[in-house]
């Protein structure tokens, strides 16, 4: 499966049509891209075809109108992503991107509970301090 860090913006945007309703044919994904957006038809034809080559779309052929199908669970893309993000921080900042995200982002307060939740747990064996792992290892 192609890595999720090669997917563009638009194509998130696409996949988010595809996820939403777990499978659909073209005219359906162009009829809501165009509710959100200001695409032409062959623009969201295209990010289609191109989500196909890189291996996060299946088209049903049997069927005409093609139906296509998410070859990617949510879920594991946005994991995949967030830590390939992360993965390209310091880790020293990584704090503060998280922060960042919760004030910027618009999240319940069922979600709000499992993050505390999860953040008294994650601070029993948290350290006092994260070191800059920036410059890698001092040797001796």
């Known amino acids: 499966m192609t890595k999720v860090e090669t ?3 638009a194509e998130w945007n696409v996949m988010r049509i595809f996820w ?3 499978q659909a044919t073209g005219k359906e994904a162009i009829m809501y891209l165009q509710r959100r957006t200001d695409w032409k038809e062959a623009t969201i034809k295209t990010l289609i075809i191109r989500l196909q080559k890189k291996g996060f779309l299946k088209a049903d052929e049997a069927s005409r109108p093609y139906v296509y199908t998410p070859l990617i ?3 594991d893309a946005i994991h995949e992503s967030v830590n390939n993000l992360f993965d390209s921080l310091c880790c020293m900042k990584k704090g503060q991107a998280i922060e960042d995200l919760i004030n910027n982002s618009e999240i319940s307060k069922s979600d709000i509970n499992d993050i505390i939740s999860l953040l008294n747990k994650k ?5 006092e301090e994260v070191e800059c792992d ?4 001092e040797t001796a």
């Open 123 to 127: 601070i029993i064996s948290a350290p």
């Open 73 to 75: 669970d949510e879920s």
């Open 20 to 22: 939403t309703l777990g």
């Open 7 to 9: 997917m563009s913006n």
């Open 134 to 137: 920036c410059l890698g290892k």
